[in-house]
């Protein structure tokens, strides 16, 4: 089983900017992120084939990147032009086989 570790969440001021890293322990296929605020249901944020290709959820066209290093078994979200909503858990997803992160914490302050 491929384990995914996330890091890079934390606290941060309204327009500012995190980038969350998911090392995997094994070989990537499509990857995904998504995250879920209290009290809400999880939501897909962003997803990147093996071959780069990119979607986004309309809330954050234009302000998150997803990328991912194949060499590396890594997939990154950099996130710009923070906002409260966009405070959440994080978590990284391996579309393939099901496998989850732990999560990562991402506070937005106004």
């Known amino acids: 089983q491929v384990q995914l570790v996330e890091s890079g969440g934390g606290l941060v001021q309204v327009g500012g900017s995190l980038r969350l890293s998911c090392a995997a322990s094994?070989?990537?296929?499509?990857m995904e992120w998504y995250r879920q605020a209290p009290g809400k249901k999880r939501e897909l944020v962003a997803t990147?084939?093996?071959?780069?290709?990119?979607t986004y959820t309309d809330s954050v066209k234009g302000r998150f990147t997803i990328s991912r290093d194949n060499a590396k078994n890594t997939v990154y979200l950099q996130m710009n032009t923070l906002k409260p909503e966009d405070t959440a858990v994080y978590y990284c997803?391996?579309?393939?086989?099901?496998?989850w992160g732990q999560g990562t914490q991402v506070t937005v302050s106004s």
């Open positions: 997803h391996d579309d393939l086989r099901d496998y």
């Open positions: 094994g070989a990537i296929y499509t």
């Open positions: 990147i084939t093996r071959l780069g290709t990119t």
